[in-house]
């Protein structure tokens, strides 16, 4: 594991920023609480590298992989104190707070009809970003969509429109909802040459499977065809474009942050069954 000991703020900073724009993921560790050296910093990025330190090697150690499980619970933010979870000298009273540094979720929405256009607002509301792509200009007005956080993509090429959305991939999930075969099949494509975090196509069995066998006889894989959620979203049974929409966002919330998307009080249903 590589380790700078420089604890400048600016340094720092400057990891923070080259997490951000190389859309990787990082566990900022801030001592909160201790005999000394309040408020010092180390930043944890993949598991690979640490920038900074808390001013003492046994306790940056037992932060690294404290923080490394961090990363892998998917949480957002926990303090909590090192003695409880590693045995370090002189450290039992260090009061540490982990946040994830990450890029902001992003979904990029592939069609700007009724369920698209839904699903852009809906995920604004949640605190992502959205880029709304369609080749139909009218569709993707600003005066309908008035949140310059929904960013709107009048394509003239659905693959590079596709693309020049997804960018890296890190942290955007993108949604296949457009009006027909060939518009979802062009973005499918483009897709499939990029790396991000969730993939749904909309349509029933048949449809998908038209679309995802099309590009099976183009050459692309198994296992990249996996990554596709064909139909997208989980069944909550819905039927209006706000519905699907919502079915669409929660299995993208779902895959994010590891839920199943089965129901909070099923162990309390089936608990008084078997009482019974």
Not at 144 to 152: A, N, V, Y
Not at 185 to 195: K, P, W
Not at 208 to 220: F, H, K, M, Q, Y
Request: hydrophobic share 45%; net charge negative; charged share 25%.
């Amino acid at each position: 594991m590589q380790h700078s000991e420089n604890t400048s703020p600016d340094l720092i900073t400057t990891a923070v920023q080259r997490v951000l724009d190389t859309g990787g993921i990082a566990a900022l560790v801030t001592l909160i609480e201790g005999d000394t050296n309040v408020g010092a910093k180390l930043l944890l990025i993949s598991s690979r590298e640490v920038v900074g330190g808390l001013g003492d090697t046994s306790l940056d150690k037992a932060v690294a992989v404290s923080a490394v499980q961090f990363l892998e619970s998917r949480e957002e933010a926990r303090s909590f104190r090192i003695g409880n979870s590693a045995a370090v000298a002189d450290s039992d009273k260090a009061l540490v707070l982990m946040e994830r540094i990450q890029p902001e979720p992003r979904i990029v929405i592939c069609g700007a009809g009724h369920v698209g256009a839904s699903l852009a607002r809906l995920a604004i509301l949640a605190g992502y970003r959205a880029a709304l792509i369609d080749d139909r200009p009218e569709f993707v007005k600003r005066e309908l969509f008035p949140d310059p956080l929904i960013e709107l993509v009048p394509a003239t090429s659905w693959s590079d429109a596709t693309i020049a959305a997804i960018g890296n991939g890190a942290g955007v999930s993108v949604a296949v909802v457009t009006r027909g075969h060939q518009e979802d099949e062009e973005c499918l494509r483009a897709i499939m040459t990029t790396q991000p975090a969730y993939v749904g196509l909309i349509g029933s069995k048949r449809r998908t499977n038209i679309v995802l066998d099309r590009l099976r006889e183009g050459g692309v894989s198994e296992e990249k065809l996996l990554q596709v959620r064909a139909p997208i979203g989980l069944d909550i049974g819905a039927v209006t474009p706000e519905e699907v929409a919502l079915a669409i966002f929660a299995e993208i919330v779902a895959t994010r942050r590891g839920g199943n998307g089965g129901s909070l009080s099923a162990w309390r249903r089936e608990g008084m069954r078997s009482a019974e």
